[in-house]
Nanobody
Framework: QVQLVESGGGLVQAGGSLRLSCATS????????MGWFRQAPGKEREFVAH????????YYADSVKGRFTVSRDNAKNTVYLQMNSLKPEDTAVYYC??????????????????WGQGTQVTVSS
C-alpha cells in the first residue's frame, strides 16, 4: 500500500518561497502520475499541479502558472512543489495524491486514489 507524507509547509511573507515535498512509500511511485491540490478554509479542494509518470509532463492551474513548479525524483520516490512569489490567496492545506483513475481530467480530485495528510501553507500580507 502506497503512503504519502507531505512536508515543507510553513508561514511565509507574501513574495516569498516554499518547497513542498511528498515522499512516497511503495514500489509503484515511478509508474504513477501525481498531483498537488489545496484546500483553503471554507472552500472546496482545488487542483494545483500535475506531473506525469514517465516523461514528467507538467500541468498547472491558471492561478499558479508561472509561479509554481512541480517536479519528481523517481530515484527518491518523491514529488516536489516549488512555490515562488507566494500570495496570501495561496494560503491553504496542500495535499499530494496518486492518480488511480483515468475516466476524467487530471484536475479532478476524484481521479486520485491515495492522498497524503496535508501540509499547511500560510502566506502573510
Amino acid at each position: 500500500q502506497v503512503q504519502l507524507v507531505e512536508s515543507g509547509g510553513g508561514l511565509v511573507q507574501a513574495g516569498g518561497s516554499l518547497r513542498l515535498s511528498c515522499a512516497t512509500s511503495g514500489r509503484t511511485f515511478s509508474s504513477r502520475d501525481m498531483g498537488w491540490f489545496r484546500q483553503a478554509p471554507g472552500k472546496e479542494r482545488e487542483f494545483v499541479a500535475h506531473i506525469t509518470r514517465n516523461v514528467g509532463s507538467t500541468y498547472y492551474a491558471d492561478s499558479v502558472k508561472g509561479r509554481f513548479t512541480v517536479s519528481r525524483d523517481n530515484a527518491k520516490n518523491t514529488v516536489y512543489l516549488q512555490m515562488n512569489s507566494l500570495k496570501p490567496e495561496d494560503t491553504a492545506v496542500y495535499y499530494c495524491a496518486v492518480r488511480f483513475y483515468y475516466s476524467g481530467s487530471f484536475s479532478d480530485a476524484t481521479q486520485y486514489g491515495i492522498w497524503g495528510q496535508g501540509t499547511q501553507v500560510t502566506v502573510s500580507s
